[in-house]
């Protein structure tokens, strides 16, 4: 079955430095989503892509979808102690027709003030 | 204000109990969705609804089970059958299944089986 790769499993960052996270997949995904989790809560909605070359924003956070619609960054600049928790991917795909959305296992952002 | 509540947020069951987990939308959200997530594993989907009256079987359904009667509500029952209960459980919903729209999730509710 298609598996979604998170990496890095786990970072720790000086706060006001900037970081990415990587989403791959070995096949082509049809729709990109990133969430972002704190311990013991739900997952928050942050970005949708769809589109190859794709790059959206919403404050310090960027997302982009690749060319090849199978891998994606997401990058935080100047990271702050709000950035801290569980950062997820998630992608909508179709085997044999049949729509399926897969998860990666998720990145732990530590912020060190 | 639109959105998913999951109650309760912690639950204890005993071995051999069944318990329901409630999942409520004000969203007007066609699908449905209950996962289930452990410590360094990603989501994985128990069940799913498409539409009311309507639910198909995730990669994870044995030892769980669903109803859809309402729109917005999809409760879900662990039951005695389910070897290894003890997890977070995560509820979401969407417009409709397809790329085009995102799940949306609750709060999620940690059952621990003692």
Known sequence: SQELEQ???????????NLTINCTSSKTL?????YKQKYGEGLIFLMMLQKGGEEKSHEKIT?????????????????QPSHAGIYLCGAASYEDSNYQLIWGAGTKLIIKP | DGGITQSPKYLFRKEGQNVTLSCEQNLNHDAMY?????????LRLIYYSQIVNDFQKGDIAEGYSVSREKKESFPLTVTSAQKNPTAFYLC?????????????????????VL
Do not use: C, M, N
Request: no cysteine.
């Open chain 1, 7 to 17: 990496s890095p499993q786990s970072l720790i960052v000086q706060e006001g430095k």
């Open chain 2, 92 to 112: 979401a919903s969407s417009i409709g299944q397809s790329s085009q729209f995102p799940q949306y999730f609750g709060p999620g509710t940690r059952l621990t």
């Open chain 2, 34 to 42: 209950w996962y289930r997530q452990d410590p360094g594993q990603g």
């Open chain 1, 63 to 79: 997302a982009k979808l690749d060319e090849k619609k199978q891998q994606s960054s997401l990058h935080i600049t100047a990271s």
């Open chain 1, 30 to 34: 049809y729709g990109l989503y990133w």
